[in-house]
């Protein structure tokens, strides 16, 4: 099929040996690539109810049909396996340059399985695949692992690696690239762990053949054209993501002192414009897109005089600054720039360290922690990382801390995972993306806070909200599945994926046609986690939402406002 290489890598750690496999083409009609692809062969790979560190649990990568080609946001790739944080689906996207060398190793999915003797890094190119050891690199930091590896293959290849919490089986750890390119929410950079695998190389010179590469051109060069002046571009391309950060504390709903309050006092010190006073800030973007929302930042004076990031995003410093309240942008970078190297998710990170902070309070455990504290934040990561003291207990992430210390009712997650920085006591559609994601409580399956933001429903609007919500998770989905980047979602229409798929894959699909292949992919995922046994039950908020009002802003979400909404969106999706 046309957009696609029609071929997958299958890698047996265990016997350090590589097949590869046609995909059928009815199987990329059905579900494309992506999160379409991923997800059907991570429901056809894996055992029911394995544990996710058996080396039956697959790793998948896959890519969509337009990697590697010249449609803006684009440059993307996907990693899936089921969680050992949340014990179900799991999906993770980052992007790019890596992405190219992905592509160019000629393979639409790659299925990583079994579990080496002793730690290794995977070369895959066009040609092979070279199973090199990493003992000299087991233990070390992702910086100078992805450093090591990218000597060993070669500067025109591409890397993915994981750092000490990988290694030790920290349950949020996650997969890094490009130094601070992270992926891999609720433990995906912990599957690799446990599977002795420090890293995994990619080059090639492979191009996948498309329908009409002309027509896609000039859709780009049309839809480039059409938005470039759009107001969306031009302030991620000046702020990126930490723009957030002055909207959310305005209107109340940016999490605080671990989901007490909705506004930081003093949070125009890690706003985006703070960091731009504060910090030297460049702009970067990956491969084919013209948004440019990356940040290097350089911190300018202070103890951290010298240390260059890309960032923050908004969500570390929702979860840093907000939750466990550190004022400074230059502290923020600093933990920021230590969860890149120990190689762990800054989300789950900061909401876990707050929670302790929480503990300590109450007298749970014997650590003194405190509000704000860096230094004692840092001590907390890194003894999670190596797996001592309290990080032992911390590193099972939130769920498991909870009940070791009698704080359930305390705890904030859905289905184990911590969700991200948008409180759904005041955006109530956000309580509904919360409690239906695929993975837990994700803001990105829909992307929906984007959509009470601008106004284009009304935040607090219960009745008929599922249906747009219902429209945007089709959407996001098809992004998902081409791999399409996120900060794109309002400025490529239904009719530009339309005109995208005919000229990629030669198929002529109509809107409705579209949005049935995403409902059958969102099945998909629905299907395994009821494998692992996630029944409607599960579909919930934390009670601390709907009984604890949000200081400064005296809102909350009712019970039966989050059933109204799960009520018609099982409707919708025909899940009755």
Request: charged residues 25%; proline residues 4%; positive net charge.
């Amino acid at each position: 099929m046309k957009g696609f290489f029609n071929q997958l890598l299958r890698i047996d750690l265990s016997k350090q040996k590589s097949t590869v496999e046609p995909i059928p083409e009815s199987i990329l009609r059905t579900y494309l690539g992506g999160k379409g692809l991923g997800t059907y062969l991570l429901l056809k790979e894996n055992p029911p109810h394995i544990d996710p560190f058996s080396p039956q649990n697959r790793l998948i990568i896959t890519l969509g049909p337009l990697a590697d080609t010249p449609f803006y946001g684009s440059s993307r790739y996907a990693v899936f396996t089921k969680s050992p944080q949340t014990g179900i689906y799991s999906e993770s996207y980052s992007g790019g340059k890596i992405t190219l060398a992905l592509s160019r190793t000629g393979y639409d999915a790659i299925i990583i399985e079994g579990k080496s003797k002793h730690p290794l890094f995977l070369e895959i190119s066009d040609k092979e695949v070279t199973f090199h050891s990493a003992s000299r690199l087991w233990g070390k930091e992702t910086y100078e692992s992805e450093e090591a590896i990218l000597k060993k293959v070669g500067k025109d290849s591409g890397a993915m690696v994981i750092g000490p919490a990988g290694e030790n089986l920290v349950k949020f750890a996650v997969i890094e690239s490009e130094h601070w390119r992270s992926l891999g929410r609720a433990g995906i950079g912990a599957v690799m762990g446990s599977k002795s695998l420090k890293g995994i190389a990619f080059r090639g010179k492979k191009r996948r053949e498309l329908a009409d590469l002309p027509s896609l051109k000039n859709l780009a060069q049309k839809f480039k054209e059409r938005v470039k002046d759009n107001s969306t571009v031009h302030i991620y391309k000046k702020y990126g993501t930490p723009m957030l950060v002055s909207i959310m504390n305005t209107i109340g709903a940016f999490p605080t002192q671990y989901w007490s309050k909705g506004t930081l006092e003093g949070w125009e010190g890690i706003s985006a414009e703070s960091l731009m006073e504060r910090c030297q800030v460049s702009s970067i973007a990956c491969p084919y897109c013209f948004m440019a929302c990356g940040k290097i930042s350089e911190v300018k004076q202070g103890r951290h005089q010298g240390l260059r990031i890309m960032g923050p995003e908004y969500e570390t410093i929702y979860a840093f600054g907000g939750l466990c309240m550190v004022k400074s942008i230059e502290e923020i970078i600093y933990l920021n720039d230590l969860c890149d190297r120990l190689g762990m998710d800054t989300i789950t990170a900061g909401n876990l360290v707050a929670f302790a902070i929480e503990a300590s309070k109450n007298k749970k455990i014997k650590e003194n922690l405190q509000y704000g504290e860096v230094d004692g934040i840092a001590k907390i990561l890194t003894k999670i990382a190596y797996r001592k003291g309290i990080g032992k207990i911390l590193l099972e992430g939130v769920r498991h801390a909870a009940k070791v210390w009698g704080m359930e009712e305390k705890a904030i997650h859905v289905k184990g995972l911590e969700p991200a920085g948008f409180d759904p006591r005041v955006l109530k559609g956000m309580g509904l993306a919360y409690a239906t994601s695929d993975r837990g409580a994700c803001h990105l399956r829909a992307t929906f806070y984007k959509s009470e933001l601008s106004g284009q429903i009304d935040p607090d609007q219960i009745k008929g909200k599922a249906k747009l919500f219902v429209d945007y998770e089709n959407k996001m989905t098809l992004f998902d599945a081409l791999i399409l980047c996120r900060f794109y979602r309002d400025l490529i229409t239904w009719k530009d994926l339309q005109e995208i798929m005919k000229a990629t894959c030669d198929l002529s699909l109509k809107k409705h046609e579209l949005k049935t292949i995403a409902s059958g992919i969102i099945n998909l995922a629905r299907t395994f986690n009821q494998q692992e046994g996630i029944t409607r039950r599960e579909d919930k908020l934390p009670r601390r939402f709907f009984r604890e009002v949000l200081q400064g802003t005296e809102r909350t979400i009712r019970p039966e406002d989050l059933d109204l909404m799960l009520k018609e969106y099982y409707q919708l999706r025909g899940w009755e």
